[in-house]
């Protein structure tokens, strides 16, 4: 009997460790992370603080401030993350610096106020950067203790004179002055974001103030080959998490189980955090479009669609896979898909140097519009109809923001990253929702309802980042199954 035991424990071993070397085998690890020469990072922030500086005008200050902690709950901070133009052109990932570049003369001057290091705050909050730190990060030699810099603020409101007190750096501060501000009344975000320089801008008269975000925004949008590793690198880790989560969802009960494996995946490759949220919806959760809560049941027969993103020294993946928890999709469910996959499909088919998003949108709107029609979705395919079941837009830029910066009627330009993201969501409660003036409502319902019963429930978004190249588009993410029956093979390997 004994004998019979061991024998049973050896085997179920041997089929545990032969299953996890199938798997093993099947999802694709995170490739090693980039890794760059001191000389090369030097050169990479300073070929930005020049393109930066050439757009200003002559006798003027550029002053970036370092992002503000952001309160979690009583005296408890979220994670600290660095102002992006800020780390674009420093590197430096701590609070309380501020950036400075003087152009007099056609001559560029940067310097940084940096916090002095404090045995008290270091016991308490960890390591501060040094001044050698500081300097071998960002390549900056000029660095003034942060003390200095209420001086040099006094300096910029009455235009005067500005010396650090240890005469290592003088200069006559001019009249024209460029800060990171929000674009207008209007930019919600910005109004958010830089409220400490709107603060600044409002003690300033007399002086002629530059939005700099004019300058820094054309430049983030179109990444170098340094950025496009960190870039890849961030969407490589995303792969594995989503491979993962595929693996695993059979065997999961919750939406959250799977959410931790997506997480405990970008931790475990060294990912700063999150890009955003993880959106991790099975079954009706799937239909919302941000359904963060992961508190929903992960069934047999559903789809689950994940949208995540790993952040990676600043810059984010953003990555959508819908697939079924059992591994095999339904024929409702595949019929979605499919249209969603051809609309993808037509929107890449579109991308290259000159061409431009509202160009690669109306190519993937065709394809739902047509499907939908075809489905018995929508009656009418010269209406908005397919707006009830595909109501958010194709793309957005990507890079240091998942919504990153950038010109929306900007043509393709090489190095431009952005995502390729339809989808279709089959809201239980939409036909109960349709606007009040609606034309042909009432037909539309009678025709529609059948159609709508049968596909209730299901929501599919697919989304891939795309680079432009000189030749047309590379799919970042094409080491992450997409294709109806790759998925699958995936999932039941």
């Known amino acids: 009997m004994k004998k019979a035991i061991v024998w049973l424990i050896l085997i179920a071993f041997i089929l545990t460790a032969a299953a996890a070397a199938v798997l093993s085998q099947t999802i694709r690890e995170t490739p ?27 006798n003027s200050l550029l002053v970036l401030f370092s992002g503000q902690p952001r309160l979690y709950t009583g005296d408890v901070d979220y ?45 308490w909050n960890g390591k501060m950067y040094s001044n050698e730190e500081v300097q071998d990060i960002s390549g900056i030699s000029n660095i003034t203790p942060s003390s200095d810099q209420a001086a040099f603020l006094d300096a910029i409101k009455t235009s005067g004179k500005f010396a650090s007190k240890d005469g290592k750096l003088s200069i006559n501060v001019p009249s024209t002055i460029y800060l990171a501000l929000p674009y207008d009344d209007s930019d919600a975000e910005g109004l958010r974001e830089f409220e400490k320089e709107t603060a600044f801008l409002n003690s300033l008269n007399g002086k002629t103030i530059n939005n700099i975000r004019g300058i820094i925004d054309p430049l983030r949008q179109i990444k170098s080959p340094y950025e496009l590793k960190l870039l890849q690198h961030a969407i490589d880790i995303t792969t594995e998490a989503q491979e993962r989560a595929m693996s695993m969802v059979g065997k999961a009960n919750w939406e959250y189980e799977v959410q931790a494996e997506v997480e405990y995946t970008f931790r475990r490759r060294n990912a700063d955090f999150w890009g955003y949220p ?21 069934k047999k027969g559903d789809v689950l669609l994940m949208d995540v993103g790993a952040e990676y020294q600043h810059y ?24 969603v996959y051809n609309a993808q499909e037509a929107a890449a088919a579109k991308i290259k140097p000159g061409a431009n998003l509202s160009e690669i949108s109306a190519a993937a709107n065709k394809v739902i519009i047509d499907g939908l029609f075809d489905l018995g979705l929508i009656t009418d395919k010269n209406s908005n109809q397919y707006r009830i079941w595909y109501m958010h837009g194709l793309s957005h830029w990507l890079g240091m923001n998942v919504h990153d910066v950038g010109e929306y009627d900007a043509p393709f330009k090489p190095g431009m990253v952005f995502t390729n993201e339809p989808g279709i969501y089959i809201r239980a409660e939409a036909l109960d929702n349709l606007p009040p003036n609606m034309p042909g409502k009432e037909d539309f319902l009678k025709k529609v309802r059948p159609v709508f019963e049968k596909y209730k429930n299901i929501g599919i978004r697919i989304e891939d980042d795309m680079l432009v190249t000189p030749t047309g588009v590379e799919w970042m993410t094409k080491a992450l199954p997409r294709k109806l029956e790759d998925v699958e093979a995936l999932m039941n390997h």
């Not at 001191?38 to 005008?57: G, T």
């Not at 570049?101 to 008290?120: A, C, D, H, Q």
């Not at 896979?321 to 249209?339: C, E, L, S």
């Open 79 to 123: 994670v600290y993350r660095q102002e992006n133009n800020l780390f674009y052109l420093t590197g430096l990932n701590q609070a309380n610096i501020t950036l400075a570049i003087y152009k007099n003369g056609g001559k560029t001057t940067e310097f940084l106020f940096v916090p002095k290091r404090s045995y008290f705050a270091e016991t």
């Open 316 to 339: 984010t993946a953003d990555v959508t896979r819908t697939f079924p928890v059992n591994g095999k999709f339904t024929k409702v469910q595949a019929d979605i898909y499919r249209i």
């Open 32 to 58: 090693k992370a980039p890794v760059f020469t001191e000389a090369e990072r030097h050169a990479e922030l300073a070929s930005r603080r020049k393109a930066v500086a050439d757009k200003m005008s002559d």
């Open 278 to 298: 993880s959106i991790v919806g099975c079954g009706p959760n799937a239909t919302t479009l941000h359904y963060v809560e992961s508190q929903g049941q992960v």
